[in-house]
C-alpha cells in the first residue's frame, strides 16, 4: 500500500478514537476500552475494503458490515461519521434520549447500519445469513463481521461458524479483535480461548493473523481475504485493549466505563496529540 494511503489511514484511525472519546464523555456512558481497539479494524473496513456509499447506504450491492461485539458503538459511529453518513456533529447525541444513536447499533435510525446488534454471538450469525443471500441471489457483495474475543466464548458464534462453512461462505471475513480482556479480566482467566488460530481452522476457516493496528496490515488481509474460495475466513487481529491513551491500555477496568472530566482531559490531549503527530507527518 502507498505510504500516503496508510498515513491517512492512520490519521483517520487516530480521528475516530478522539470522536470516540467524546461520545462516551459526553454521555457519562458506554465502552470506550474495546472501540479503542477496534478503532484502526474499522477505519480500514469503511475507508479501504468495503464498497459502499453514504449517499446510498441501502444500495442492495453494498457490502456489508456487522458489528457483532456491539457495544463498542463509539468506535462504529465515529467511523460512519468519518465516512459522512451523517454529521459529526450528531454524535453529541450519543445514548442521549434525544437522538437515536444508543448504546448498541440501531439499523432502523442510524445511517449506515446494517444489523442491530448487542446480545453478544448474534452479529456473526445475521452476517452468516447475509452471506448465505447474496449466494442465493448471485450477488457479489461481500459480508463483514467484526467480533470481541471475548465475545467468542459465546456458543452461537461456533454454531454460525459451522454454518459459514458448510456453506462455502467465501463472500463473508470475520475480523476477530484480539485485545485479551473482557468485563470481567483475562479472557485466558474467565474462559481461555486460545489457540483461536487452530479452532478457526478446525471449523473449516481461513485464518490470518495480523497486528490490529497495523492499518496497512489488516488492509493486505482484508485483500487477501477477497481471493480465498470455498470458505470463510477469519483474520485474528491481535490488539491492544484501550489503545491510544496511556492510562486505559491493557486495563479491563475501561471496558464500559466513562472518564471523568479529568481523565477525559488526559486522555484527549493523548488523542489530540497523536492527531496533530500525524498531520504533519
Known sequence: MEATKVQKLRLTAAKLRSLAMEEVHTAASGHIGGSLSVADILTVLYFEAMKVDPKDPKNPDRDRLVLSKGHTTPALYAALALRGYFPQEELKLFRSIKGHFSGHPDMVHVPGVDMSTGSLGQGISAAVGMAVAGKLDKKDYRVYTVLGDGEIEE???????????????????????????????????????????????????????????????????????????????????????????????????????????????????????????????
Open 155 to 281: 456458543g452461537q458464534v461456533w454454531e454460525a461458524a459451522m454454518a459459514a462453512a458448510k456453506y462455502g461462505l467465501d463472500n463473508l471475513t470475520a475480523i476477530v479483535d484480539v485485545n485479551g480482556l473482557q468485563i470481567d479480566g483475562q479472557t485466558a482467566d474467565v474462559m481461555p480461548s486460545e489457540p483461536l488460530d487452530k479452532k478457526f481452522e478446525a471449523f473449516n476457516w481461513n485464518v490470518i493473523k495480523v497486528d490490529g493496528h497495523d492499518v496497512a496490515a489488516i488492509a493486505e488481509a482484508l485483500e487477501k481475504a477477497k481471493t480465498l474460495k470455498g470458505k470463510p475466513t477469519a483474520i485474528l487481529a491481535k490488539t491492544v485493549k484501550g489503545k491510544g491513551v496511556s492510562f486505559m491500555e491493557n486495563d479491563a477496568g475501561w471496558h464500559g466505563k466513562a472518564p471523568n472530566d479529568e481523565q477525559y482531559e488526559k486522555a484527549k490531549a493523548e488523542l489530540d496529540a497523536a492527531i496533530k503527530e500525524l498531520e504533519v507527518q
